[in-house]
């Protein structure tokens, strides 16, 4: 049986989630928050998450253990294309997603979260940052009807987990001017993205945690 250890609140985590079910394997969800326990950290030397368990061993960053459910589980969709060029597009999106937009705008949601105040001298800075992502992934992405072309693959994985986050907590810091709403074609790939089980169960499970986090918050105000 797989186990994939992480909260379901996690970009990272719902990134594998969403390679599991579309690929239909079955697996258990042990649900466990980041940690620098001892423990933890001899199988996530970060102590991040996600991390995966299969026959015992573990494997820890969301990148290599969806490259390695692919090898061990080959059935379609493919994750990562055969077509050596097709499968280097789906790793440039990838990497374009998580080093270009999601760390930049991490600076503001993460810290939003945490209750620390944004200044605008940030928001400018992270602006510019997330302008120039956008209008780089614009050159690459084809949204026919997938992120990277024609079939589900890993840049799908990472697209919807952590774009949809970025389009979600930074909507308030930019409203009007939101770096996204200049992604053509983003808009109609999430709403299509979310008519397929996978990210319908993901999303599901993601607005459930935030009420439960909202409350805790309102409990403890």
Same mark, same amino acid.
């Given at each position: 049986?797989?186990?994939?250890?992480?909260?379901?609140?996690?970009?990272?985590?719902?990134?594998?989630?969403?390679?599991? $079910?579309? &690929? /239909?394997?079955?697996?258990? =969800?042990?649900? +466990?928050?980041? !940690?620098?326990?001892?423990?933890?950290?001899?199988?996530?030397?970060?102590?991040?998450?996600?991390?995966?368990?299969?026959?015992?061993?573990?494997?820890?960053?969301?990148?290599?253990?969806?490259?390695?459910?692919?090898?061990?589980?080959?059935?379609?969709?493919?994750?990562?294309?055969?077509?050596?060029?097709?499968?280097?597009?789906?790793?440039?999106?990838?990497?374009?997603?998580?080093?270009?937009?999601?760390?930049?705008?991490?600076?503001?949601?993460?810290?939003?979260?945490?209750?620390?105040?944004?200044?605008?001298?940030?928001?400018?800075?992270?602006?510019?940052? $997330?302008? &120039? /992502?956008?209008?780089?992934? =614009?050159?690459? +992405?084809?949204? !026919?009807?997938?992120?990277?072309?024609?079939?589900?693959?890993?840049?799908?994985?990472?697209?919807?987990?952590?774009?949809?986050?970025?389009?979600?907590?930074?909507?308030?810091?930019?409203?009007?001017?939101?770096?996204?709403?200049?992604?053509?074609?983003?808009?109609?790939?999430?709403?299509?993205?979310?008519?397929?089980?996978?990210?319908?169960?993901?999303?599901?499970?993601?607005?459930?945690?935030?009420?439960?986090?909202?409350?805790?918050?309102?409990?403890?105000?």
């Amino acid at each position: 049986m797989i186990k994939l250890y992480g909260a379901s609140i996690s970009n990272y985590v719902n990134k594998v989630k969403l390679g599991i $079910l579309e &690929k /239909g394997l079955e697996f258990e =969800q042990v649900r +466990v928050a980041p !940690s620098q326990e001892e423990d933890f950290l001899k199988i996530s030397p970060m102590g991040k998450i996600p991390v995966l368990e299969v026959e015992g061993k573990f494997i820890f960053e969301s990148g290599a253990i969806l490259e390695f459910l692919d090898t061990i589980f080959p059935q379609e969709p493919k994750l990562i294309p055969n077509d050596p060029w097709e499968a280097a597009r789906v790793r440039e999106i990838t990497t374009m997603i998580e080093t270009y937009l999601d760390i930049p705008a991490r600076r503001i949601y993460i810290s939003s979260s945490r209750g620390k105040e944004v200044e605008q001298i940030l928001l400018d800075e992270i602006h510019i940052v $997330l302008t &120039k /992502g956008v209008k780089a992934l =614009q050159r690459v +992405v084809r949204f !026919s009807p997938y992120i990277a072309g024609k079939t589900f693959t890993m840049a799908d994985c990472s697209a919807f987990a952590n774009l949809t986050v970025i389009d979600e907590e930074l909507r308030k810091f930019y409203p009007n001017n939101h770096p996204l709403d200049d992604l053509q074609g983003w808009k109609e790939y999430v709403e299509f993205m979310k008519t397929k089980e996978g990210p319908a169960l993901v999303e599901k499970e993601k607005e459930r945690l935030r009420k439960i986090i909202e409350r805790a918050k309102v409990k403890v105000e």
